[in-house]
Structure formats: structure tokens, C-alpha cells
């Protein structure tokens, strides 16, 4: 929302999330560009009304928050003949750090190169960086890191390290300074652009008065990125059902933290669905 600002252009703000809504604005208002989370591109691009709107006003989209399947780029450029850019970045980074720039080489997979100002490397576990092409932690400095958080030394002290943003995941860069990244060292689902840590979810499902044992996992989807799915270990001769835990879920967690999908095994180690 700050660049557009920063040039004097326009932003088009919205009441109410609606894909036919967003459609409707983007012909109307003659948008130039999108800035979403993948899910939303990709609802775009798999809605069954989408030739029914003019998009042509439309120069290119920036996504994050969350991967975007990297085989769908070239399917927006076909079907609606923007090209989709990805960026990377952190509260912590005001929020950007890492882009994909429109004038360099695409690589699929990759979020891109660090923006102006900035500086990236990937760590080992000993705090030595590591050669091209060898994953680690993603660290990062320059002028979009934090000063630290609000009367937090401790915590700024953990993740600012000579100067250094640990920002938790996993990543490897190329020898052309390309980021890729693979996985997250800190242990979070990502779900619609939101962040949810498992052990929140799992303290709520351990005060079920049915419930033994639970743990919190991230599956794979494709509209998402990543769904919550809860396991749980039930006790003997309790009835309680997915939806009862679902809608138990929704007293005490925000929507975005509620499972898609629950689970009920015999024992966590095994794992087994019942």
C-alpha cells in the first residue's frame, strides 16, 4: 500500500472480500496491479466467470505470505496475461526484503533477490555460512530490519544477532543470488498468508474434556498453502466427533487457527487413523 503512495497513485480499497467483487473492481476501477496472498491468484485463475470480466487494465500481481505452486506462473500468464511476481519478508522487515524483480531472469521456485539495501545469507546451525546451493537459516540485514522489539531486549537479542535478522527459515541461495526456500526451522504452519504455531492450537485441544493427547501438523494445499490438521487421542469410550472439535475449536481460536481437518489414532507415535 506504500508505493503507490509513495508516486502518487491510487489505492483501491475494498468493504468486503468477494472474488466477483474483486473482478467487478479491478474492470471498473481500471487496476494496474494486485498485491495477495497465492490464494487469492489462484481463485482468480480458477474462477468460472473470470472471462465474463475485462482484466485487461491488469500490468502484474505480487504474491506472498505463503509459496505459490511455482508451475501456476506461467498459467497466469496465459489465462490472464499478467505476469505474477513473489516476495518475501517479515513484520520484522518492514515487511519486505526479498523480491522478484520484473527486469531479471525468472527462476521458478525462487522468491527472488534481496532489494536494494539489503544483504542475505544462509547460515549453518554453528552460525557459518554456507556455500551456494547448501540449505540453511536465511539471515538478513540493512534498512528494512527492525531496530528491535517494543521493551523486549531478550527477544530482539535472539533474533538480531551482529546485525543479523534470523529470520527462522530455511532456505539456500544460488550462485546468482537467487533465494529458494525450503521449510521453516521454527515450527509454524503458514495458512492463507497467516502464521499459526501448532502449540497454541494444541493447548486449546488439550482442554477438551475428551481429548488425551493432540498434536498440530501443516498439510499441503494447494489453495492455501498449507491447512492446519489436528491428530488427536481421544478418551476411552469418548464420542466426540470432527465437527464437535471443530466447533470447540472456534470458542477460543481465531478462524484462520481452526483444523481443516481432524484426525482421531490410537496413539500419536503410531499414528494410525481409527
Known amino acids: 500500500m506504500l508505493c503507490p503512495l509513495c508516486i502518487g497513485g491510487a489505492i483501491v480499497l ?3 472480500f468477494t472474488m466477483e467483487g474483486i473482478l467487478a473492481t479491478i474492470q471498473k476501477e481500471q487496476v494496474t496491479y494486485l498485491s495477495a496472498v ?7 485463475l480458477f474462477h468460472d466467470k473470470i472471462k465474463e470480466y475485462n482484466l485487461s487494465s491488469l500490468r502484474f500481481g505480487i504474491a506472498g505470505g505463503s509459496p505459490m505452486p511455482p508451475e501456476l506462473f ?3 500468464e496465459k489465462h490472464l496475461g499478467i505476469q505474477v511476481l513473489e516476495g518475501y519478508g517479515l513484520t ?38 554456507v556455500a551456494a546451493g547448501v540449505v540453511g537459516e536465511l539471515t538478513v540485514r540493512g534498512n528494512v530490519v527492525m531496530q528491535g522489539y517494543y521493551k523486549d531486549e531478550a527477544a530482539t537479542s535472539e533474533v538480531i544477532r551482529n546485525g543479523w535478522l534470523h ?4 532456505a539456500y541461495m544460488d550462485e546468482e543470488g537467487y533465494v529458494f526456500l525450503v521449510g ?5 504452519i503458514i495458512t492463507s498468508g497467516f502464521n499459526v ?28 498453502g498449507e491447512i492446519i490438521k489436528a491428530i488427536i487421542v481421544k478418551k476411552s469410550g469418548d464420542e466426540t466427533d470432527k465437527k464437535e472439535i471443530m466447533q470447540y475449536c472456534r470458542l ?21 487413523e481409527l
Not at 497465492?38 to 482468480?44: D, H, Q, S, V
Not at 521453516?184 to 509454524?188: S, V
Open 14 to 16: 475494498m468493504d468486503r
Open 38 to 44: 497465492p490464494r487469492l491468484f489462484m481463485g482468480m
Open 74 to 76: 506461467a498459467e497466469f
Open 92 to 129: 520484522e522487515t518492514s515487511p519486505c526484503c526479498i523480491f522478484t524483480m520484473p527486469d531479471k531472469v525468472q527462476k521458478p521456485g525462487s522468491i527472488g533477490t534481496v532489494l536494494p539495501g539489503v544483504e542475505a545469507k544462509v547460515l549453518d546451525n554453528a552460525g557459518c555460512e
Open 167 to 170: 529470520t527462522g527459515d530455511l
Open 184 to 188: 521453516i526451522k521454527k515450527r509454524m
Open 197 to 224: 504455531y501448532p502449540k497454541e492450537v494444541e493447548l486449546i485441544l488439550d482442554m477438551h474434556p475428551g481429548v488425551v493427547a493432540s498434536k498440530v501438523i501443516g498439510e499441503k494445499d494447494l489453495m492455501r
Open 252 to 272: 477460543y481460536l481465531s478462524v484462520y487457527k481452526v483444523p481443516r481437518d481432524v484426525v482421531f489414532v490410537a496413539t500419536l507415535d503410531e499414528g494410525g
